[in-house]
């Protein structure tokens, strides 16, 4: 059974930092499309970032150059580097997990249509 479990979240000022991570058991980690996900208070889930198992990476627009997505696949552990934090930042975190996509242009749009998710992970910024 897949199970993905997210950590990290925490409170900070604008301009911090953080690291997200994603602990990922029951498949075969490096088999699949991983993107990292965030609901604001009041908002829809949106795409943050994603990586696949071919090392495509993509970013939404308003997170590039501050947030950075990798991955160590011996620790089966996905992570997600938060620079330049702000206060619309603040959101719950999710990661989702995948087999049958990849991590092209379209990725943000199928929010909706990914199998496997954690629980998520929350981070609140300050002004």
């Known amino acids: 059974q897949v199970q993905l479990v997210e950590s990290g979240g925490g409170s900070v000022q604008a301009g911090g930092s953080l690291r997200l991570s994603c602990e990922a058991s029951?498949?075969?980690?490096?088999?699949?499309?991983m993107g990292w996900f965030r609901q604001g208070p009041g908002k829809e889930r949106e795409g943050v970032a994603c990586?696949?198992?071919?090392?495509?990476?993509n970013y939404a627009d308003s997170m590039k150059g501050r947030f950075t997505i990798y991955e160590d696949n011996a620790k089966n552990t996905l992570y997600l580097q938060m620079n330049s934090l702000k206060p619309e930042d603040t959101a719950m975190y999710y990661c989702?997990?995948?087999?049958?996509?990849?991590?092209?242009?379209?990725?943000?749009?199928?929010?909706?249509?990914?199998?496997?998710w954690g629980q998520g992970t929350q981070v609140t910024v300050s002004s």
């Open positions: 989702a997990a995948d087999t049958r996509f990849i991590c092209d242009v379209w990725w943000f749009l199928r929010t909706n249509e990914y199998n496997y």
């Open positions: 029951g498949y075969t980690y490096s088999s699949y499309f």
């Open positions: 990586i696949d198992r071919d090392g495509r990476i």
